[in-house]
């Protein structure tokens, strides 16, 4: 009998291995064969390609719903198994340490692998980045925004209206300065005195009021711009802090967390969903996590700020 068991044990060892070595021949296709592989093995794989520029000052991270920031190429070097994940996958650049430029995949299925590539090209007027993901997803690429990383002066990124979403300052290269405009909720919203302060066109700090337990309470939470395919935008907030002081365009940066407050992120906003409108606006609709159908809707205008 033991005998037997650890024939039949042999059998499946030698046959798993032979299915690895013969799958791993397939792998970036949308395969039966394919599929198994991934299943097996990490088959997404990731390369940087720099010209002029040290490839060693280069860092980039993987992101993705179920992970934050796995560092897959440290230094130049690959450093880390992409996973195997459903969804948007973001790959953030950092040179020296600063925050570049955002691209993202949005995979169809769990077990398609992709080889993806980026090349970084560095000239006398700037950066210019190219993303390219090899395998069953190709097409489902983006850049958050369109950054070009000059190398001395402002550089400032529109949105398809003609708006200016967000200007930085480059002294050598470095980010100097970055604007972070403020945007308002107008008298026609569900609360009036809301605050999103965007960050590098991607990051929204909402700020905001509510009344609990008889208590208004004033909190801040952030989040990310998530677009879909037809440019509709969602933005997920999970973690809040909240104050007993009011919050103001004159204060936002200097928002203090009072520990003492004992509430829980489930009694507020869990997202908002809109667009942009043609007059550089924001329309939301928000939600609750206690609601079951409603929404608050809020439009935000933008507003100058002297800090």
């Avoid at 309470?217 to 009011?246: A, H, L």
């Amino acid at each position: 009998m033991k005998k037997l068991l650890t024939i039949f044990l042999l059998f499946v060892l030698i046959a798993i291995l032979i299915l690895k070595f013969v799958s791993k021949q397939s792998v970036n296709k949308d395969t039966l064969l394919c599929r198994i592989s991934n299943v097996l093995n990490r088959n997404n794989s990731i390369e940087l390609n720099c010209t002029g520029i040290d490839k060693t000052d280069i860092n980039i991270t993987w992101n993705s719903l179920d992970l934050n920031n796995r560092i897959v190429i440290k230094e130049g070097v690959s450093n880390s198994k992409i996973g195997h994940v459903y969804g948007t996958n973001i790959f953030r650049i950092l040179y020296k340490g600063v925050y570049m430029f955002d691209v993202s995949h949005f995979k169809t299925n769990n077990w398609h692998a992709h080889k993806y590539k980026i090349d970084i090209n560095r000239d006398s007027t700037g950066y210019l980045i190219r993303f390219v993901a090899d395998g069953p997803n190709y097409t489902n690429t983006e850049q958050h925004y369109n950054h070009k990383g000059i190398l001395n002066g402002l550089d400032t990124s529109f949105d398809e209206y003609g708006n200016v979403l967000f200007t930085q300052e480059y002294i050598n290269g470095e980010l100097k300065h970055s604007d972070e405009p403020i945007y308002q909720s107008t008298n026609d919203s569900f609360h009036k005195n809301f605050f999103l302060r965007i960050r590098n066109g991607v990051i929204v700090d909402l700020y905001g009021w509510d009344v609990i337990k008889n208590d208004t309470v004033y909190f801040k939470s952030s989040g990310r711009f998530r677009y879909n395919s037809v440019g509709n935008i969602n933005v997920r907030f999970d973690d809040y802090m909240f104050s007993k002081v009011p919050v103001n365009i004159g204060n936002l940066n200097n928002f203090k967390e009072d520990r003492t407050l004992k509430y829980t992120s489930d009694l507020m906003y869990s997202s908002f969903s809109g667009k942009r409108t043609d007059s550089g606006s924001y329309k939301f609709s928000a939600v609750k996590l206690q609601y079951d159908s409603n929404f608050d809707e809020f439009i935000f205008k933008r507003v100058e700020i002297d800090e």
